[in-house]
């Protein structure tokens, strides 16, 4: 059976307190209203209309090319805001409507809203949650059918007593749907078209309207503002990090491990408590990834440890060592078997394989060759206030400690500079370069100068 969605977005969501519309708020990495739109085309949905309006700019912006869209101005209600989808009007099958701001909502309970409309014309998907004093109420008759849902500011008392809530997830037979919406009316305590009107209408028509529950109730958060944002946050966290567990990643603190929702993580590889894995990032087997690492957009090898570091839009290949204290920024590419750090910052560099950067440097747009070991405190020179220059280092080469290398320069195979030097001229292979001068020892020199009797 053809199966449609509408995912309801128009709300600017005024509590959230935000010049950015509540569904593009992030969770898990992402924005909110991406999350329902995979969920819902997961479920099988074959064609999705968004309903925007509030920030529609910056909605259109982050949906384009992903989903159809339905612009909703003014903002009249649920009712209304699905009847702004007409693009779906003359579908046939199936239109589930589920709200962009309920990111915790699964594949699975989407698929099984799908298959229970089969013997149904409209199914509502209700929860119990602990606090459910904003929610419409599920009314029920004597026989347990769902009579009507009561939005909150409309409830008596003995309906504000009714635990059972309105998730504001249903499907219908979009061809009923279509006909009966324009039955709907403001005659509430909001002044707004109510989608929860459609119970009653369709039981007016003899329709069949069927009530089924959430399994998981916690998958009911609906954010309305940055509290509940942690909360779904937290929520779709522990979801991702069980997820690579069962695939065989360990995870030795999941609260203060954050993983974004395209993140991929090998077998065997472990992650220590608070890193923060977001964007693009990839992470091979068997790696050790120690405490306090951010990596976005990061490509990791198999085999690495990586301790503190920061990489962004970069790769470490196989068999690193990383850290502790490491940036790597700016496509930066670490080859095979190297040690980089202690307090190493590397922008758009090639790091050659197996080659050495144990101690406080910096490398930008430098390209490495192999087996090339650098001393404590190198400095690749490249910016002269305007532009930026580059430098290359051959294999073998010997770069000693507190070295400047002034770019553009290029040092050969096999190549020295000695500590200390700055380095304005290439160097061919197998030479070495001293850049200072030569040293001076001048004899009680040092007694004069700190006042003091020779003893
Ligand atoms: C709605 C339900 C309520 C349910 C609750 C669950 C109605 C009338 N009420 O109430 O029974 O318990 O959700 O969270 O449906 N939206 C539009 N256009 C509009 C109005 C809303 O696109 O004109 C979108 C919002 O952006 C939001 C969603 O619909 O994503 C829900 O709207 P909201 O105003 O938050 O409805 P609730 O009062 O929470
Ligand atoms: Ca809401």
């Not at 307190?17 to 099988?44: F, I, N, W, Y």
């Not at 029920?140 to 997830?169: L, M």
């Not at 249903?170 to 989608?195: G, I, M, S, W």
């Amino acid at each position: 059976m053809n199966k449609t969605a509408i995912i309801l977005a128009a709300g600017k969501g005024t509590r959230m307190v935000s010049e950015k519309p509540k569904t593009l708020h992030r969770v898990a990495g992402r924005p909110m209203v991406l999350h329902v739109l995979d969920a819902v085309k997961q479920a099988g949905a074959s064609r999705v209309v968004t309903v925007i309006g509030y920030g529609r700019e910056m909605m259109e912006q982050a949906l384009k090319d992903q989903c159809e869209l339905a612009i909703q101005e003014p903002q009249l209600g649920t009712a209304h805001a699905v009847m702004c989808a007409k693009q779906l009007e003359n579908e046939s099958g199936y239109t589930l409507v589920c709200y962009g701001d309920a990111p915790c909502i699964t594949v699975e309970t989407y698929k099984m809203m799908y298959e229970q409309i089969a013997d149904a014309d409209m199914v509502v998907l209700t929860a119990r949650v602990a606090e459910h004093n904003h929610f419409g109420r599920i009314i029920r008759n004597r026989n347990g059918h769902v009579d009507a849902i009561v939005e909150y500011k409309d409830c008596d008392e003995n309906q504000k007593q009714i635990e059972e809530i309105n998730t504001g997830i249903y499907v219908f037979k979009t061809e009923l749907l279509f006909a009966h919406l324009k039955e709907v009316n403001d005659y509430n305590a909001q002044r707004e078209y109510y989608l929860t009107d459609l119970v009653k209408i369709f039981n007016q028509h003899g329709l069949t309207v069927k009530a089924v529950s959430l399994s998981d109730n916690r998958e009911m958060i609906g954010v309305n503002d940055r509290v509940d944002l942690a909360k779904a946050n937290a929520f779709l966290n522990q979801k991702i990090c069980e997820k690579w567990m069962r695939k065989g990643v360990t995870i030795i603190d999941p609260t203060s491990t954050y993983i974004g929702y395209d993140v991929t993580i090998g077998e065997d590889t472990t992650l220590y408590p608070n890193s923060f894995i977001t964007g693009n990032t990839t992470i091979g087997k068997k790696n050790t990834i120690m405490m306090n690492c951010y990596l976005e957009n990061a490509t990791i090898g198999d085999g690495n440890t990586i301790d503190n570091a920061r990489i962004i839009d970069s790769e470490v290949k196989n068999n690193c060592k990383i850290g502790p204290f490491v940036h790597l920024r700016n496509e930066t590419i670490v080859e095979d078997c190297n040690r980089v750090g202690n307090f190493v910052e590397f922008k758009n560099t090639h790091f050659g394989y197996d080659s050495r950067c144990a101690h406080l440097t910096y490398l930008g747009d430098a390209t490495i060759g192999s087996k090339v070991n650098f001393g404590c405190g190198v400095v690749t020179v490249n910016y002269d206030g305007k532009n930026k220059f580059h430098t290359q280092v051959e294999d073998g080469a010997f770069i000693g400690s507190n070295v400047n290398l002034i770019a553009p320069v290029h040092v050969g195979k096999k190549a020295v500079c000695a500590a200390g030097s700055t380095i304005t001229d290439d160097v061919a292979d197998g030479e070495m370069a001293i850049a200072r001068d030569r040293q001076t020892n001048k004899p009680g020199y040092g007694y004069t100068y700190l006042n003091k009797e020779k003893q």
